[in-house]
């Protein structure tokens, strides 16, 4: 009989409360803030709300509501959940504490109250900001030079958070803003550590990062030829930038150099090394340095010579260039520019340039073997 009892009371109890939440709100309570009815409690996910609500010695009823569902009434926990408790001090205070807020605790909490004279509400709307929180970002990738690229950075948050990207490159430079960051024709320029930074001012920003190489044929930067006496070490030098890392191959003429006694080759990184042991005249001339990687080859010119053969050969320069510039004008009606590196004995001569007419990369060569080797096909503009 006695738990009959109980239980009736409780359901009349809840209907009792359950009627409250249709008296129309607005009537003065003291609550979260005395000068209004109604507030904004903003927190952060992972935090303690505490919503408080104060009522004078003349209340006979009070309880809290979430929407519709019943909290507390009176001292009476009605909420299965273990984080909602009182807050009570005295007889005034009835004031909600949640541990721990999530995203579906947010929306509004009714403290009502049953006097002797009428009913009153006061409400308090509950947000929940959640820190952003990066849940998807791009794998690393490796692309070809030209290829168009797609970068994916999605995440939650609330309010939502904004996506910014950043190139990672000695001016660290800020990109596109949004979840995906369009690249159109990739160049080399462009490789690099990509920032993903998801920002909505909860809490310090997510971060991710995504890795970008670009692979590219190589190109021969740098070259360095040897003024080397008979009987000493010369060194050639020969350095490349490729993605991958160039392979690189030495020759004399048409033949394949390879380590020996007199010959050592030597690699590392991009850059490698052809040393002479002990210089002969046979061993002065053009030597070719080619590097080579899966997406195309590149070859460059290196010399070693004696200091005779530079001083001889260094006032036909001039002529050479006007010579080569008349011929040129011949078939094409414009100027040659021309620079030329080392004339020899054998009358080869070799030309660093660029031209109008081939996608040619820098520190290319062309030969002219003569004064008279020249042809239909050499027309162009040359810089």
């Given amino acids: 009989m006695f738990v009959w009892r109980r239980t009736s009371f409780r359901q009349l109890q809840a209907c009792f409360f359950r009627l409250l939440c249709f008296i129309p709100t607005g009537f003065p309570v003291i609550s979260v803030d005395s000068q209004r009815s109604t507030d904004n409690i903003t927190i952060r996910q992972g935090d303690t709300a505490v919503i408080r609500c104060y009522v004078d010695d003349k209340v006979s009823k009070v309880a809290w509501l979430n929407r519709s569902n019943i909290i507390f009434a009176g001292e009476d926990k009605w909420s299965l959940d273990p984080r909602v408790e009182l807050v009570t001090q005295g007889q005034l205070e009835y004031s909600l504490r949640i541990q721990k807020v ?15 004279q009428q009913p009153k509400t006061s409400q308090v709307y509950l ?27 999605l995440a939650n948050g609330r309010p939502d958070p904004s996506i910014t990207w950043r190139l990672l490159n000695p001016s660290a430079e800020a990109l ?60 050639l030098h020969c350095e490349a930038s490729a993605v991958p890392q160039p392979e690189f191959e030495w020759y004399r003429d048409e033949r394949r150099l390879s380590s020996s006694q007199s010959v050592s080759i030597q690699i590392s990184g991009s850059r490698t090394l052809l040393v002479v042991a002990n210089v002969t005249e046979d061993d002065y001339g053009n030597y070719t340095c080619v590097a080579t990687n899966r997406l195309g080859i590149h070859n460059a010119s290196v010399f070693l010579y004696s ?17 080569v510039d008349q011929q040129m004008a011949q078939f094409t009606n414009m100027s040659l520019s021309l620079s030329l590196s080392v004339s020899l004995n054998s009358v080869q001569y070799v030309l660093h340039w660029h031209d109008n007419c081939y996608n040619v990369l820098p520190m290319h060569i062309v030969y002219i073997q003569s004064r008279t080797d020249m042809q239909q096909k050499h027309a162009c503009i040359y810089t």
């Fill in 307 to 323: 200091e005779n053969q530079t001083h001889t050969h260094t006032h036909t320069h001039t002529d050479i260039v006007q010579h």
């Fill in 127 to 153: 947000i929940v900001q959640v820190p952003p929180i990066i849940y998807k970002v791009s794998d690393d990738i490796i692309v070809n030079e030209g290829s168009n690229v797609t970068l994916t950075c």
């Fill in 102 to 116: 999530d995203v579906f605790d947010e929306g509004p909490y009714t403290c009502s109250i049953q006097t002797k």
């Fill in 176 to 235: 596109d803003v949004g979840e995906y960051l369009e690249i159109s024709g990739i160049i080399r320029s462009q490789a690099g550590r990509y920032e993903c930074k998801a920002s909505n001012d909860v809490s310090t920003p997510d971060v991710k990062y995504v890795s970008v190489v670009v692979n590219y044929p190589p190109y021969i930067k740098d070259v360095r030829s040897s003024e080397t006496p008979v009987g000493q070490a010369g060194v």
